[in-house]
């Protein structure tokens, strides 16, 4: 059984330029959410997608926006990078997301920006 | 805002020894999960607490949950090298697949 796909793998950007990060959930699961990890803040969610739609949002800038298609795979987008938004991006898919099911971890995208 | 915490944040035990990593969360919630994170790598599940008094084990890996003290608990038995990563608690709030994470509790074993 395959588990959550990341792609790509390490990505450098430039201050000011935008990213797409794209994340396959493993087969089945309808639930996809985002984090970010840096070592100053810890693990911070940013944004949970069920069936299409955000269902929930963390505190983030509108820089960052995520969405969600009908096989369930996700991308999340940000804008506008700046320097603090280098981080290590993880995904998370669940089967149904009611808090109740396992969630896995993706391997993640490390972004760095310069 | 819900805050998760653990302790110790670091962690450096002998081999054979034993310890415990607890994690308080400020808010009500019944679900509580175990990760573990290898250094460059993803968060792989240990365990998943859903319900007050929750016990779970695995190899030398003992977990718990306390939801009237908002306390979980990571118990480890007779440590060895492999066991060497970060430990986080997470908590979720129920109203879908989001977890508000502790800040992690980084485990060294030494021989």
């Known amino acids: 059984k395959a588990g959550v796909t990341q792609t790509p793998r390490y990505l450098i950007k430039t201050r000011g330029q935008q990213v797409t990060l794209s994340c396959s959930p493993i087969?089945?699961?309808?639930?996809v959410s985002w984090y970010q990890q840096t070592p100053g803040q810890g693990l911070q969610f940013l944004f949970e997608y069920f069936s299409e739609t955000q269902r929930n949002k963390g505190n983030f800038p509108g820089r960052f926006s995520g969405r969600q298609f009908s096989n369930s795979r996700s991308e999340m987008n940000v804008s506008t990078l700046e320097l603090g938004d280098s981080a290590l991006y993880l995904c998370?898919?669940?089967?149904?997301?009611?808090?109740?099911?396992?969630?896995?971890f993706g391997q993640g995208t490390r972004l760095t920006v310069v | 805002e819900l805050k998760v915490e653990q302790n110790p944040l670091f962690l450096s035990m002998q081999e054979g020894k034993n310890y415990t990593i607890y994690c308080n969360y400020s808010t009500t919630s019944d679900r509580l999960y175990w990760y573990r994170q290898d250094p460059g790598k993803s968060l792989e599940s240990l365990f998943v607490l859903l319900s007050n008094g929750a016990v779970k084990q695995e190899g030398r890996l003992m977990a718990s949950l306390d939801t009237k003290a908002r306390l979980s608990t990571l118990h480890i038995t007779a440590a060895v090298h492999d066991l060497s990563a970060t430990y986080f608690c997470?908590?979720?709030?129920?109203?879908?697949?989001?977890?508000?994470f502790g800040t992690g509790t980084s485990l060294t074993v030494i021989p």
């Open positions: 998370a898919s669940s089967l149904a997301g009611t808090g109740s099911t396992e969630a896995f």
């Open positions: 997470a908590v979720d709030m129920g109203t879908g697949n989001q977890f508000y």
């Open positions: 087969s089945g699961h309808r639930s």
